[in-house]
């Protein structure tokens, strides 16, 4: 089955650490979003990635980093430098990165920073 | 910076109601709409999308859109229990979403 796959579920790290969190899809989209959302709020975005090896700043891009090496996969690193990382992390995937390209999004990963 | 907004609610309504769910965008260049449902603890998944002015159908769900007024709006005929959840309105340009409106749908 297609579909985009986000792991692990639940990620528990000490603050100071940097994480990475993994988003997979085997749908052949072109596009990968990373989004946070925080409880009882919408969702932010984080980065995006319209192609191979190219990327840009979201909304909130600060503290965090992401590579797009191959078409399949778009990590996000949550880095010691963002200041309240604990949050519901989303990734999504469209076909194509146009205006009229609906998002298929991944379960999620729930970061906690102790 | 664009924005989307919504009333974050929540919204309650008996079963068998309409339920009514509002989205205003602030830019005027905006041509597509989409409509997504999160469950409590759950990723969001795409109900609906417009991209022209007048209304969509399907099955039970309307996405209504007007261009002039920059709003676009969901409505849930013959609401049921299992539509209780947060709806996600996004404007696609540039793929921000709104904050989110909760509806809870009692039996």
């Known amino acids: 089955d297609g579909g985009i796959t986000q792991s692990p579920k639940y990620l528990f790290r000490k603050e100071g650490q940097n994480v990475t969190l993994s988003c997979e899809q085997n749908?052949?989209?072109?596009?990968m979003y990373w989004y946070r959302q925080d409880p009882g709020q919408g969702l932010r975005l984080i980065y995006y990635?319209?192609?191979?090896?190219?990327?840009q700043k979201g909304d909130i891009a600060e503290g965090y980093s992401v590579s797009r090496e191959k078409k399949e996969s778009f990590p996000l690193t949550v880095t010691s430098a963002q200041k309240n990382p604990t949050a519901f992390y989303l990734c999504a995937s469209s076909p194509w990165a146009g205006r009229d390209s609906p998002l298929h999004f991944g379960n999620g990963t729930r970061l906690t920073v102790t | 910076q664009k924005e989307v907004e919504q009333n974050s609610g929540p919204l309650s309504v008996p079963e068998g109601a309409i339920a009514s769910l509002n989205c205003t965008y602030s830019d005027r260049g905006s041509q597509s709409f989409f409509w997504y449902r999160q469950y409590s603890g759950k990723s969001p998944e795409l109900i609906m999308f417009?991209?022209?002015?007048g209304d969509k159908e399907d099955g039970r769900f309307t996405a209504q859109l007007n261009k002039a007024s920059q709003y676009v709006s969901l409505l849930i005929r013959d609401s049921q229990p299992s539509d209780s959840a947060t709806y996600l309105c996004a404007v696609n340009n540039d793929m921000r979403f709104g904050a989110g409106t909760r509806l809870t749908v009692k039996p």
């Open positions: 990635s319209q192609i191979v090896n190219d990327f």
């Open positions: 417009i991209y022209s002015n």
């Open positions: 749908l052949n989209h072109d596009a």
